[in-house]
């Protein structure tokens, strides 16, 4: 099969990694052998690994979602193709990409393996940071995009950011084409559309850092 | 577009710079390059993806020296164009600004606290609201500012664009090849668009409701329908549709400048013929300045107009 990235981009990316990637980071993708019932787990594969060629410090690891289900239970994978991150001491950073991280949404992939080799280092303002610690309970994100909107990327990031920095926090990417039940279910039809805790709160667009973690606060905390 | 696009990862930084361009759009980054090519040390700030509005146009055509490029590649090209000559790049949203202070000061909703010594203002515009009965109500339960964005979510359902003018044709014109009922509904007899872009838009599937204005969006959980007034007959009727995408104009993105700079009544940022504004060392171009027309190719021209003036504060 032809390579998906150009050559400018494979060699944008080596660069990149080089002065960038710190310590290893480990991919685990779960994939869907059956082509009907997952369309894009092959292209999420291969995209997949021709990122891991660019470094050798990129491992992926892949699962079969239907028939591992200890795993799939264990790091509660929804649906496929899922992709997890793990930093140099094996620890789960929290993030989750259901669906291919194509278009603009590639980027976010890019930052999130850069974030994860320095063990979930992210650039967070100190009020978050401090809101973030008054947070005890379990909060879940899903960020719902497509790979065409320009604004996404940012609020699948801050997700991201807060999956990394604190423990409660589950921060998912949603490619709402790829999953239309789950979209239809939380009524998406404009994007970025941010779902708190399974449909508790919910808002709409690329807020600021500010904004985006009041968002949160306000449900979490019931303010 | 790339099928997979890098253009939002960001780069490491410092926290002075000679020039701090808020907004990549085209107007931000033809700065960035003049900026580059004057040796001046710049950073460009951009709150989603460095290209602007640009990223939500399929097409452009009438950007000289390419005759037809996709949004995506030609603001690819700028960035890679702005970076080759040095600026510097942070995927920030400023949030407040200091011009009294020198060097200037503003703050990006990281906490980040930047200085420089010239701010150039680049956060072009918005699409504006219609302002009709139904809209807040339906805002992304049907109702949507970016076919781009959103347009995969009606695939094969009725909808409708309102606007006549250019990016209301264009947006109109990507909708038909996701979906084979776009109506599009225009207060006037005839487009403002192009005229190239409307031969287009009367050769496509799009059809088309003149002289006529919404007046409501209604549905109950999500859009089901426009009201609209024919505005020669007075006839008032109801348009069954899903999806409304509006393009009636542009809103200029200077919500964190009021009060600190001059501006129009419809707040556009005023400057002079050098591209400065009432403040010294505080520049405005593209489509949030107070402009006659807003294009990719006056955009750029605007930036290269400021560097040339702003090279004053540096000699």
Same mark, same amino acid.
């Given at each position: 099969m032809a390579a998906l990235l150009s050559e400018e981009d494979r060699k944008y990316l080596v660069d990149l990694f080089q002065k960038e990637v710190k310590s290893e980071v480990k991919i685990l993708f779960f994939t869907r052998k059956n082509k009907e019932e997952c369309e894009y787990c092959e292209l999420t594969q291969q995209i997949l690994d021709e990122l891991a060629e660019t470094t050798d410090k990129i491992k992926i690891e892949v699962h079969d979602f239907d028939s591992e289900e200890d795993l799939v239970k264990k790091y509660n994978i929804g649906m496929a193709p899922a992709i997890l991150m793990f930093d140099s001491k094996n620890k789960d950073m929290r993030i989750r990409y259901y669906g291919i991280p194509s278009g603009y949404e590639f980027s976010s992939l890019i930052e999130d393996v850069v974030a994860t080799s320095k063990n979930g280092e992210v650039d967070l303002s100190e009020s978050t940071l401090k809101k973030l610690q008054e947070i005890k309970? $379990?909060?879940?994100?899903?960020?719902? *995009?497509?790979?065409?909107?320009?604004?996404?990327?940012?609020?699948?990031?801050?997700?991201?950011?807060?999956?990394?920095?604190? $423990?409660?926090?589950?921060?998912?990417? *949603?490619?709402a084409n790829e999953f239309p039940d789950l979209s239809m279910q939380y009524n998406v039809s404009s994007v970025p559309h941010i779902i708190i805790n399974d449909g508790e709160g919910e808002f709409v667009g690329a807020l600021p850092e500010d904004a985006f973690i009041d968002q949160v606060m306000s449900v979490v905390k019931g303010a | 577009?790339?099928?997979?696009?890098?253009?939002?990862?960001?780069?490491?930084?410092?926290?002075?710079?000679?020039?701090?361009?808020?907004?990549?759009?085209?107007?931000?980054?033809?700065?960035?390059?003049?900026?580059?090519?004057?040796?001046?040390?710049?950073?460009?700030?951009?709150?989603?993806?460095?290209?602007?509005?640009?990223?939500?146009?399929?097409?452009?055509?009438?950007?000289?020296?390419?005759?037809?490029?996709?949004?995506?590649?030609?603001?690819?090209?700028?960035?890679?164009?702005?970076?080759?000559?040095?600026?510097?790049?942070?995927?920030?949203?400023?949030?407040?600004?200091?011009?009294?202070?020198?060097?200037?000061?503003?703050?990006?909703?990281?906490?980040?606290?930047?200085?420089?010594?010239?701010?150039?203002?680049?956060?072009?515009?918005?699409?504006?609201?219609?302002?009709v009965p139904g809209e807040s109500e339906f805002m992304n339960k049907g109702v949507s500012y970016c076919a781009v964005c959103d347009g995969s979510f009606f695939k094969d359902k009725k909808v409708v664009v309102v606007g006549g003018g250019d990016s209301a044709i264009e947006e109109g014109l990507y909708l038909t090849k996701i979906t084979n009922d776009v109506t599009l509904?225009?207060?006037?007899?005839?487009?403002?668009?192009?005229?190239?872009?409307?031969?287009?838009?009367?050769?496509?599937?799009?059809?088309?409701?003149?002289?006529?204005?919404?007046?409501?969006?209604?549905?109950?959980?999500?859009?089901?329908?426009?009201?609209?007034?024919?505005?020669?007959?007075?006839?008032?009727?109801?348009?069954?549709?899903?999806?409304?995408?509006?393009?009636?104009?542009?809103?200029?993105?200077?919500?964190?400048?009021?009060?600190?700079?001059?501006?129009?009544?419809?707040?556009?940022?005023?400057?002079?013929?050098?591209?400065?504004?009432?403040?010294?060392?505080?520049?405005?171009?593209?489509?949030?300045?107070?402009?006659?027309?807003?294009?990719?190719?006056?955009?750029?021209?605007?930036g290269a107009i400021a560097v040339i003036d702003m090279v004053k504060y540096f000699e």
């Open positions: 309970e $379990p909060v879940k994100l899903q960020v719902f *995009v497509t790979p065409t909107c320009p604004y996404c990327p940012k609020a699948v990031l801050m997700a991201h950011k807060l999956a990394m920095q604190s $423990p409660n926090f589950i921060g998912e990417m *949603v490619e | 577009m790339p099928l997979f696009n890098l253009s939002n990862v960001s780069k490491p930084k410092t926290l002075d710079y000679d020039v701090a361009i808020i907004g990549a759009g085209p107007g931000g980054l033809a700065t960035a390059v003049y900026a580059g090519r004057a040796r001046l040390k710049t950073i460009v700030f951009e709150k989603a993806t460095e290209g602007g509005q640009i990223l939500l146009t399929d097409t452009v055509e009438d950007y000289p020296g390419f005759t037809s490029i996709s949004g995506n590649d030609l603001a690819e090209n700028f960035l890679n164009h702005a970076k080759a000559f040095g600026a510097s790049f942070a995927d920030e949203e400023i949030v407040e600004v200091d011009f009294k202070s020198d060097p200037k000061r503003i703050k990006s909703d990281l906490g980040n606290e930047y200085t420089a010594k010239v701010v150039v203002i680049a956060t072009g515009s918005n699409p504006k609201r219609l302002g509904i225009h207060r006037r007899d005839k487009l403002r668009a192009q005229k190239i872009a409307q031969d287009r838009a009367f050769k496509s599937k799009m059809k088309f409701i003149w002289n006529t204005v919404v007046t409501e969006i209604g549905g109950s959980k999500n859009v089901e329908y426009v009201n609209v007034k024919d505005l020669k007959s007075g006839e008032v009727k109801k348009v069954p549709t899903e999806g409304v995408f509006i393009y009636v104009g542009l809103s200029p993105n200077t919500e964190i400048f009021k009060g600190s700079i001059e501006m129009d009544e419809n707040g556009f940022i005023i400057t002079n013929s050098k591209m400065e504004t009432n403040i010294k060392g505080v520049y405005t171009v593209g489509d949030v300045r107070n402009t006659p027309l807003r294009q990719i190719v006056t955009a750029a021209s605007d």
